[in-house]
C-alpha cells in the first residue's frame, strides 16, 4: 500500500461523516496529521472507546454504556414521566436546556409510510412494554411539528389513551426573545390558537 | 467512567478537527454510533494507520510513507523544474489539477515576521539544500497573492537568484470562464498590467 493509499483512505474515511465533502476531508486529514496529531491520537482512541463501550439502553433505547443508561438508572427521575422524543439528538437538547426530571423513550425517527418507516421500525413495541409496565402516568409527546411528527405523536397519543394513560403535547409557538414579525405564519397563527388567559 | 464520558470524550475529540463546533460533533458521534458504525470502524483504522505510516518527503516536504514521496520517487517527473508552494493543500490542488510534471517544494507557511514565522520556520534551510543540489535550473513560485505570499515568493526568488536558477512566478488574472464584472478591481488591473501578444 503506497503513501498515497493511506492518505487517500482517511479522505475516504472521514467522508462518512455528516456533512463533511472532498474539500473539507482534505482539510481535516491535512489538519490531524500536520498540525494536531496529539488530537487525532485522541480521536482515534475516544472513537475506538465509544465503539466499544456505546451501546443503546435497555429502557429508554438512548445511549448506554451498561444495559441501563445513567439517567434511567437515576432514582430520583420520575418514572412516570416518559418524554417520547424521535431521536437522540432531541434527548440531549432537552436534557441539556429544561429542567425536565422525568424519563424518556427515545423512538428511532418518525412515521414515514410512504419511505416504509412504520411503527416496527422506531421501536413502538418497545413503548408499548413500557407503558404496559404500569409505571407511566403521563406521555410527554415531544415529537417535531412536521407532518411526520405530528403523525407519531397521534401513534402514540392513541397508545396511551388505549391504556388510560394521560398523554400530553409540548408548547409550540413564538420562541422566547423572538421578534413577532421574524416568526412564520404557521407558528403565528397556532400561538394565537393556542393563547391562554394572562396571569400576572 | 460512565456512559456519559465515553461519549463525551467522542464530542471533545471531534471538536479538534477544524470547522466542528459543539453541535456538528454532536450530530457527527450520533451519526457514527447509531447508523454507520462500519464507516466509524473505517476511520478509526485509516486514521490510524494514516498516523502510523504518513510522515514527510525528505525532498519536498510533502506527505510520504516512505523517506521519499510516490511523487518525488517518479522518475519520469522533472527534477529540474521545482514548484515551491506554502502548503500540502496547494501541492495537492496543483497535482490535482494541472499536468504539471516537475517536482515540488512544500513550505510549511509563509512569512509573517510578526507573526514571528521567519524563513527557518518554513523550512527555507530545506529549500536552498535543494538548490544547492544543483539539479534544479528553474523555480516555480505558487505562493498566494496574499502580502506574506509575495514576501514569501520574493524571499525564495532571492534564493534561486544568488544561485543563478531562474525563478518564474504563476499567471495571476482573470480566471478562465469568469464574467469580467465579477473580477475584483486589483485582480482586473494585475490582468491588464500583465497582458500579452494575441495569439490566434
Request: aromatic letters at 4%.
Amino acid at each position: 500500500m503506497s503513501n498515497a493509499d493511506a492518505f487517500a483512505q482517511l479522505l475516504d474515511a472521514l467522508r462518512c461523516l455528516p456533512g463533511v465533502g472532498p474539500k473539507s476531508a482534505q482539510r481535516m486529514a491535512l489538519y490531524l496529521l500536520q498540525r494536531d496529531r496529539a488530537g487525532a491520537v485522541r480521536l482515534v482512541e475516544a472513537l475506538r472507546r465509544a465503539l466499544d463501550v456505546v451501546g443503546q439502553c435497555r429502557d429508554c433505547r438512548g445511549l448506554a454504556e451498561t444495559t441501563q443508561c445513567a439517567l434511567c438508572a437515576d432514582a430520583r427521575r420520575n418514572r412516570g414521566q416518559l418524554c417520547v422524543v424521535e431521536g437522540l439528538a432531541d434527548q440531549l437538547s432537552i436534557e441539556r436546556s429544561a429542567d425536565y426530571r422525568g424519563t424518556y423513550f427515545v423512538l428511532s425517527g418518525r412515521l414515514s409510510p410512504l419511505d416504509g418507516i412504520g411503527p416496527e421500525e422506531l421501536g413502538m413495541d418497545h413503548l408499548a412494554l413500557r407503558l404496559d409496565s404500569g409505571e407511566v402516568n403521563e406521555v410527554i409527546l415531544a415529537t417535531g411539528t412536521t407532518l411526520e411528527g405530528e403523525a407519531t405523536a397521534h401513534y402514540v397519543a392513541e397508545m396511551a389513551r388505549r391504556r388510560g394513560i394521560r398523554a400530553t403535547r409540548i408548547a409550540y409557538g413564538v420562541p422566547l426573545g423572538g421578534e413577532l414579525d421574524y416568526v412564520d405564519g404557521s407558528t403565528l397563527s397556532h400561538a394565537l390558537a393556542a393563547r391562554r388567559d394572562y396571569v400576572d
